[in-house]
């Protein structure tokens, strides 16, 4: 087993390609292509069903956000409220400034307790810094026992999908990597193993349950942090996420600062909208609340629980008094499902563990816009605002999407250096620039305009039905419109001769 890969290909990968350039493999993927529709698609219409059962939904979706924005507003003190309420029920809090300071701390943490081996709920906070990586460079192996995360661990993927994250594999593929991969994690798939769902459920079934049982310490992220009481939420649908945070003798926590609610008034709210707009269901089939330690050996959870909270970004997010808000997300992916762009490109384009519309607005806030990926992503959408639509606590993404691309555009990355922020020069868009600066001076010049429209005009003949240069990625799939004959400033004049509007024939 020294010998075996068990985390997964870091994300992005190094000079991970601009979102254009990347999807552009996926797109023209029949296979992943059919995967993905037939997924979101399927997701999409039973939570359409899910959600028109809720008389009070608008009231519902009012209530989180209005709880999400007064806890950011409020953070700091109830951030307090945590550590001062997890430490009351015998936990250990850290805190976490980014990823490294965050590995660095697990992985001390894990080798105190003398073992090797950890199992993982499934948590997109411990993607996000890298976790599995970071263990495994210091020897000690995590294995994923979510199901869809098992798939791509097993096949040394990345996930592509926040609630699904092996979603653009069919149950073919999926049996070709149980069966070429188990063994060499462990309990080897059935012989004969078909790809068949009740076959590959319960071959994963057998392969994880040894490690349940073996498993010493164990690892998750969180759904919600209870400040007033210092409980932790996980909400999950195979059960695996219940064995790990019951059977292991420690538990160590990788949660976002932003994942607390106040009360438990207030969870009520998300437990109401969280299943619905993610897996379509009325309740979770699992949820799964832990405070603190347990004092007995034979008493379900952990014996020694830490919570690591983590910032890696998540300050600079808050500052944004527009970007702030993607930091409301409770991961339900509804975005995903609905959006166009995600469904044709997959998850991996976005080269971030957060994909599809929120990923689009959260990955440049949480690692700047220094990167071609993160400087891409904003533009990775139509702002038909499907997103928006569907968000169970009103997240305008195409709101801050827009918002970022002038940040690209006009600013560049944000970077701190000390105290001081600094906003470095936007590196491309000359072009687009010089653009809008010509076409300033030639709306501000009447004369220019009519000379320019008319010469337009005379040598129509001569144009082309593309753009030049980078224009072509917009003109590439469309043509330009023609040049009418005449302007219409010079049509206006010939038939009305100016009366009505003298403006038009200046």
């Known amino acids: 087993m020294s010998g075996t890969f068990v985390g997964m290909p870091a994300f992005p990968p190094p000079a991970h390609p601009a979102f254009p350039k990347a999807a552009h493999e996926a797109v023209n993927n029949p296979t992943l292509r059919g995967n993905l529709r037939h997924a979101t698609h399927t997701i999409r219409g039973k939570r359409e069903k899910a959600v028109a059962e809720m008389s009070d939904w608008a009231e519902l979706r009012e209530a989180g956000k209005q709880i999400k924005d007064h806890t950011l507003r409020h953070l700091d003190r109830y951030l307090v409220q945590v550590e001062e309420s997890v430490t009351a029920a015998g936990g250990i809090v850290h805190w976490a400034a980014d990823a490294d300071e965050a590995n660095r701390i697990v992985a001390r943490l894990v080798k105190e307790t003398g073992e090797s081996e950890v199992v993982k709920v499934k948590s997109m906070a411990t993607q996000e810094i890298g976790l599995n990586e970071a263990l495994e460079a210091e020897g000690i192996h995590a294995y994923e026992t979510d199901l869809a995360e098992l798939i791509v661990q097993l096949g040394k993927d990345r996930p592509s999908h926040i609630l699904v994250p092996a979603i653009h594999r069919n149950r073919g593929e999926i049996r070709d990597i149980f069966a070429r991969e188990m063994s060499e994690w462990g309990r080897p798939a059935p012989e004969g193993l078909t790809d068949t769902p009740a076959e590959l459920a319960e071959a994963a079934r057998l392969h994880l349950r040894e490690k349940f049982l073996r498993a010493k310490v164990g690892i998750s992220g969180a759904n919600f942090m209870v400040a007033e009481t210092g409980t932790l939420v996980v909400v999950e649908s195979e059960g695996n996420g219940r064995m790990c945070l019951t059977l292991p003798e420690t538990l160590i926590s990788v949660v976002g600062i932003e994942k607390i609610v106040p009360t438990w008034r207030d969870l009520e709210v998300f437990l109401q909208t969280l299943p619905r707009s993610s897996t379509a269901e009325r309740m979770n089939p699992y949820t799964s609340m832990w405070t603190g330690t347990t004092d007995s050996e034979t008493a379900d959870g952990p014996q020694t629980f830490h919570l690591v909270l983590l910032d890696n970004g998540r300050t600079d997010t808050l500052a944004d008094e527009v970007g702030r808000q993607a930091l409301r997300c409770i991961r339900c992916s509804a975005c995903l499902n609905v959006c166009p762009v ?104 009447p004369g220019a305009l009519r000379a320019g429209q008319r010469l337009a005009s005379r040598t129509r003949r001569f144009h082309s039905r593309t753009l030049p240069g980078p224009g072509r990625a917009w003109s590439g799939t469309r043509d330009l419109p023609p040049v009418p004959a005449e302007p219409f400033r010079d049509w206006w004049q010939r038939t009305q001769g100016g009366k009505g509007d003298k403006g038009a024939a200046k």
């Open 342 to 445: 995600y469904e044709r490109a997959g998850g991996h384009a976005y080269g971030s563990v957060y994909p599809g519309p929120i990923g689009a607005i959260l990955s440049p806030q949480l690692r700047g816009t220094a990167s071609e990926i993160d400087a891409s992503l904003p533009y990775a959408s139509s702002l038909c605002g499907a997103c928006y639509e569907v968000c169970p606590v009103a997240i305008d993404i195409p709101e801050v999407l827009v918002h970022l691309r002038e940040r690209v555009v006009e600013g560049g990355p944000v970077t701190r250096e000390g105290n001081k922020v600094i906003l470095k020069p936007a590196k491309g868009h000359a072009a687009e620039r010089a653009a809008m600066r010509a076409a300033r001076w030639a709306f501000a010049s």
